[in-house]
């Protein structure tokens, strides 16, 4: 069974760097074809998808924001880990982490944390 | 980027009617298009992958269809259940981009 389980700060100052952890289990990130991304959802509004990273640590990061993005994994400790500088109110977010399952040559979404709400706010 | 327009935003619909949402990609995508719901409160969940391949476990009365630009995902009977809002991701290139949701309640 694969689960996936976000950490962090739940409020964060303006300028401030926000880091969060993805913890997962049942699949490894050493294995040949797994990834994992970040997603956020600002409240009422839509999905945006903000950075990837995968088995061979390749890591694939959103247009807007990818100067301020920065994506790394532990995999030993099963653990993918997001680093967003600069953090303004509008980043308020539930922030999600969710596996790429690959089938054949298509990739999507399969399993996902439960979100962890980060409100930017002085 | 590939940009991802759905309509309508919104819909009401009575239990036991068939509902329609459409996603158009700003480019073709083949059929690397998904779809996901999200109950309010809950984290997405895959319904449809590859357009048209419904995911393990999830009821025949959704179906996807589509290619090139233009994407359909169907739900053949409302049930009370299916209150959320409905968003198409394109596969086809990173970054990853997602509509901007459709959200279906009961009449």
């Known amino acids: 069974q694969v689960t996936l389980r976000e950490s962090g700060p739940a409020l964060v100052r303006p300028t401030q760097t926000l880091t969060l952890t993805c913890t997962f289990s049942?699949?490894?990130?050493?294995?040949?074809?797994?990834?994992v991304s970040w997603v956020r959802q600002p409240p009422g509004k839509a999905l945006e998808w903000l950075a990837r990273i995968d088995w061979d640590d390749d890591k694939y990061y959103s247009t807007s924001l990818k100067t301020r993005l920065t994506i790394s994994k532990d995999t030993s400790k099963n653990q993918v880990v997001l680093t967003m500088t600069n953090m303004d109110p509008v980043d308020t977010a539930t922030y999600y982490c969710?596996?790429?399952?690959?089938?054949?040559?298509?990739?999507?979404?399969?399993?996902w944390g439960q979100g962890t709400l980060v409100t930017v706010s002085s | 980027d590939i940009q991802m327009t759905q309509s309508p935003s919104s819909l009401s619909a009575s239990v036991g009617d068939r509902v329609t949402i459409t996603c158009r990609a700003s480019?073709?995508?083949?059929?690397?298009l998904n779809w996901y719901q999200q109950i309010p409160g809950k984290a997405p969940k895959i319904l449809i992958y590859?357009?048209?391949s419904l995911q393990s476990g999830v009821p025949s009365r959704f179906s996807g269809s589509g290619s090139g630009t233009d994407f359909t995902l169907a739900i053949s009977s409302l049930q009370p259940e299916d209150v959320a809002t409905y968003y198409c991701?394109?596969?086809?290139?990173?970054?990853?981009?997602f509509g901007q949701g459709t959200k279906v309640e009961i009449k």
């Open positions: 049942g699949f490894s990130l050493s294995t040949s074809g797994m990834c």
């Open positions: 969710a596996r790429d399952f690959w089938s054949g040559y298509y990739t999507y979404f399969d399993s």
């Open positions: 480019q073709s995508i083949s059929n690397y």
């Open positions: 991701q394109q596969s086809y290139s990173i970054p990853r981009t």
């Open positions: 590859a357009a048209s």
